[in-house]
């Protein structure tokens, strides 16, 4: 650390908490502030990571000029940058690539995979794409900054009904984003500047980009119980306590269907009693709809606990993503709603909105909301649209049937019934990181060191597989 | 708890209550409202609880008012909302000056032939919508770099370049300033006087903190040289300079060589970060590469530099967001350091970036036919800007008998002109002649006409003159 502190020092970068070096009037750093940096650098220099000892030996650190580089700047001024780890979803896929043995099963990322294993791009996608590359009087002028109000209120439509009368009484804004992270940053860095609670609770365990997502936006992130890895169900009882006990008005991350990584969702009357318990505490519903018609295969029985919430009136933030219902992953379509309690209140929401957008990327990107509002507005397009999802939806079922009848048939130690209780892409196995290690080694099996496995990489022919490898850890590692 | 038959909804914001209120005694969980003053009459009863009746259960909301009450509605973006307001405007005479997108003479916007060409070929070979890596298509990556620095500039060869696929430039600009917030704690961004609008809120949003150095000279309606060097000078060491690589947006005036040259001396001097946003390169004079000069000038001393780049103009693909971040190193090792940093503030603002405009992009700029197509297409746009300009000056000089010098508009560059226009001035060019632009004087000749240069002539000449 102290190396880097004098790099940082040849460059004249003297510490923060000596604000005198800084004395131009327009830095408005309180010592609090100066503190925080100081704390977030110090913490960045001494993350000790392997890759982070070896480039501490790297010559470039040390002042030493290169060729191309003028006396000035003999030492980098990004030297005391060390390098990130590599995502720990993401970083799954990485290892999956590296791996040349033939029977290898990539159960890590959650992206649709048909049983030949291939991505997916739906029909509907297609011809969609293919109406919109014909029209030729399409211009690429810049979306408003909310993005594009058909889409917007199509979306809105879809998450809330299409008969709700938050729609109907225009008590709903609903902005574009960059798919599901892009709304939930959007949601929360509102929240952040607007409302007076600034705590977000998130189930444990939830996806793992939920706590930096909401910490950079601005919140305090707790957690509720969640998921009992006794039942490998929900922990109904300690979720109950844990938003009983959380101050009034804190805000509350909700999977909307197809909790991620568990695959476990409440009940209807479990929800029913978990809106009476925040409506009682004026907990602020925040809901992430990531799986719409792709859990169940009905995108209104999916959209069953927001609709509840928004029946009795109250407020709450969705935010939506077709990445995976509509196979559009790259092109990052989502949005943000929030629901208010009067179409004034809905209309200032919106105006705020647009001032955490304009900052971070003007506005969003056309391609894919133009597809799905092409898909949405048109009847053929939607109903072929809700049958290849169906399919979708029912595929993963069929998987995780298949898989549990082969556990069944191998006789593997255990009750593996949550495999066809838990809904949606992803299974929470309940296998512990040593077995992961070792259905990974032997059997060439990539899967999140949670125990999570993505159902839409099992294809028919490879669920034996898995199944065996399920079966030798769970008999070798008691 | 009572149900009610007609169920009763009221906003908070609306000045008359309906008759039937019901009353509830037993209000769980107290509520705090936000920061603001609530606006509505303080009675004894609660007069904004819903109750409703779902077969045997009442659901009653327990919120009372608007958790969002105390939100005030935000004014309108300052350059986006000018195309609002010129919507909303049914005079014929109409003129929309206001944003930075280009038009063709019949004042339309513009899809790029090549752009064309790629979409239909990528809609042809039907490739898939997977989820591109955080830091985006690595064959737009690769293009882009090149195009900035030229494929063989040795901070390309060295492998000496981070480049971050990123949301056009703003949401490359941002990424940057999440960085230096992150890594440069205290360091300020020294942006011109005046720059582009976005750029504040972007770096406070960042919370980067900023200051101005001087730059356009009303008296000259060109550089403050002197000022410029004197204030880049002035500021603490190690901050970091934004400067427009070409097409200074909104005054059109950019620095010649030799001053491009002393200004490199002076962030050397000072150990200041040079960042440069480049939103048009080939818009500005034409040619990709005469625009990157700048840009190259200070990579050749060596210097480690940030670089937002944007393709909304010069490939007219606006509403794809799709740009990049570059950060160039003193080694391949810290290149790779920093990219692996600016994924990790990628990956909780929006995962990974869009792929559509990525791969527009990269065929465009990855095929020498196309590519060699888009920079005849370039030189067009840019042609029709400078003659607008050129008959713009032409009919100011014929019309105005004041011996005011308009060669300020031969001498700017690039979509924008700084006319020197006051904000009263302004507003008469919109309230009277329905002319649209923003308030700072700033007109956009991308939206301008060889047909409408009179008109608009007109328009300047009696703001200048008749409104102080």
């Keep these: 650390m102290r190396q880097q502190f004098t790099s ?21 750093s309180s010592s609090s ?24 030996q790297n010559p470039n650190d040390t002042v030493s000029p290169s060729p191309t580089s003028s006396a000035f700047h003999a030492d980098s001024v990004f030297a005391h940058i060390v390098r990130a780890p590599e995502d720990p979803i993401l970083g799954v896929t990485v290892a999956y690539n590296k791996d040349p043995s033939p029977v290898k099963l990539n159960l890590g990322v959650g992206a649709y995979r048909t049983e030949e294993g291939k991505p997916l791009v739906l029909n509907v996608v297609r011809q969609a794409e293919q109406q919109l590359v014909n029209d030729r009087s399409r211009v690429k002028e810049y979306l408003p900054i909310v993005g594009l109000a058909e889409y917007n209120k199509l979306s809105a439509k879809l998450i809330l009904g299409a008969d709700s009368p938050a729609i109907q009484e225009n008590r709903v804004t609903t902005v574009q984003c960059l798919s599901g992270t892009g709304s939930l940053r959007v949601g929360g860095e509102f929240l952040a500047r607007h409302y007076h609670q600034l705590t977000i609770y998130i189930p444990l365990p939830t996806w793992g980009n939920h706590p930096k997502i909401f910490t950079l936006a601005g919140l305090s992130v707790k957690t509720y119980r969640y998921y009992d ?10 979720l109950l306590e844990d938003l009983g006990s959380a101050p009034s008005g804190a805000i509350v991350l909700l999977h909307a269907c197809a909790h991620n990584p568990t695959g476990v969702d409440p009940t209807i009357q479990q929800w029913e009693q978990i809106r009476q318990l925040m409506r009682s505490k004026a907990l602020l519903p925040f809901f992430d709809s990531a ?38 992953y790259g092109e990052r379509v989502g949005a943000l709603s929030i629901v208010c309690k009067s179409a004034d209140v809905a209309s200032r929401v919106e105006s705020q909105l647009k001032l955490v957008i304009r900052p971070m990327y003007s506005s969003p990107p056309i391609h894919g909301a133009s597809i799905v509002a092409t898909i949405l507005k048109d009847r053929n397009l939607y109903t072929e649209w809700t049958i290849e999802l169906k399919a979708m939806a029912d595929r993963i079922i069929s998987m995780r049937q298949q898989l549990f009848d082969a556990l069944r048939a191998r006789g593997t130690p255990g009750d593996w019934s949550h495999i066809i209780k838990q809904i949606g892409m992803f299974t929470f196995t309940g296998l512990n990181s040593e077995q992961v290690v070792f259905m990974t080694r032997e059997y060439h099996i990539y899967m999140t ?12 022919r490879t669920v034996p597989h898995l199944a065996d490898a399920i079966h030798a850890a769970v008999t070798s590692f008691a | 708890m009572t149900s009610t038959s007609t169920s009763t909804m009221l906003s908070l914001a609306s000045a008359s209550l309906t008759a039937s209120l019901s009353v509830h005694e037993n209000l769980k969980g107290r509520l705090k409202l936000g920061g603001g003053s609530l606006s509505f009459n303080k009675e004894k009863a609660n007069p904004f609880i819903k109750t409703k009746s779902f077969s045997r259960i009442s659901m009653v909301a327990a919120i009372k008012v608007s958790r969002f009450e105390g939100v005030t509605m ?51 070979r039907g490739e898939n919508k997977e989820y591109l890596p955080i830091e985006g298509l690595a064959a737009f990556n690769k293009v882009t770099a090149e195009l900035l620095f030229g494929a063989s500039n040795p ?16 949401g490359s600009l941002r990424l940057a300033a999440a960085l230096i917030e992150r890594y440069f704690p205290g360091a300020k961004v020294l942006i011109s006087s005046p720059t582009w609008g976005n750029h504040k809120n972007i770096f406070n949003d960042a919370r980067v903190p900023w200051s101005e150095y001087r730059y356009y000279d009303p008296k000259t309606v060109g550089l403050d040289f002197d000022g410029m060097i004197a204030d880049i000078k002035a500021a603490p060491e190690g901050s970091f300079v934004l400067l427009h690589g070409c097409a200074h947006n909104p005054t059109g005036i ?10 490199a001396d002076v962030i050397q001097e000072k150990n200041h970060i040079p960042f440069f946003d480049v939103a048009y390169q080939g818009f500005a004079s034409g040619s990709l590469d005469a625009d990157a000069g700048s840009v190259r000038l200070f990579a050749a001393r060596g210097m480690e530099l940030l670089v937002a780049q944007s393709y909304s103009k010069n490939l007219g693909l606006y509403a794809e967001r799709i740009g990049a971040i570059n950060v160039v190193c003193t080694s391949a090792d810290a290149a790779t350091r920093v990219k692996s940093q600016l994924k990790r503030l990628a990956r909780p603002m929006y995962s990974n970036p869009p792929i559509h405009g990525a791969k527009i992009v990269a065929n465009v700029v990855g095929d020498p036919t196309l590519f060699n197509e888009w920079k005849a297409e370039m030189e067009m746009m840019a042609g029709r800007i400078k003659n607008v300009r050129q008959k713009l000056y032409d009919s100011l000089t014929a019309k105005d008998k004041s011996g005011k010098d308009w060669s300020f508009i031969l001498k700017q560059i690039g979509m924008f002109s700084f006319t020197g226009l006051n904000k009263a001035q302004s507003d008469n060019m919109t309230n009277k002649w329905h002319v649209y632009m923003t308030k700072d004087g700033r007109i956009s000749l991308a939206g301008l006409s060889l047909a409408k240069c009179e008109y608009l002539a007109d328009a300047i000449i009696d703001s200048y003159h008749n409104v102080s």
């Design chain 1, 291 to 328: 799986y719409q018609g792709f859990a169940s295969g009905s995108l209104d029985a999916d959209a069953q606990p927001v609709r509840m919430f928004v029946a009795d009136g109250g407020e709450c933030l969705v935010a939506q993503s077709y990445a995976k219902n509509m196979g559009l």
């Design chain 2, 254 to 263: 950019d620095p010649t060589p030799e001053q491009w040259e002393k200004i």
């Design chain 1, 229 to 238: 890895p006794a039942t490998r169900g929900l922990d109904f009882q300690g």
């Design chain 1, 449 to 460: 060191s949670d125990g999570r496995i993505s159902m839409a990489g099992l294809s028919s």
């Design chain 2, 155 to 170: 901070v390309i060869k060295e492998q000496r370049v981070a480049t971050v696929q990123g949301l056009s430039g703003t």
């Design chain 2, 74 to 124: 935000a004014p309108p973006d300052p350059i986006l909302g000018v195309s609002e307001a010129f919507k909303a405007d049914n005079d014929q005479k109409k003129l929309n000056l206001g944003v930075g997108a280009y038009r063709t003479e019949e004042l339309q916007p513009y899809v790029l032939n090549v752009v064309k060409k790629a979409e239909n070929l990528m809609v042809e």
């Design chain 1, 33 to 56: 502030a100066s503190d925080r940096r100081l704390k977030a650098l110090a913490r960045h220099l001494v993350d000790a990571s392997p890759v982070m000892d070896s480039h501490s």
């Design chain 1, 8 to 28: 940082l020092e040849a460059h004249g970068f003297e510490s923060p908490t000596t604000q005198s070096a800084f004395s131009s009037s327009s830095i408005s």
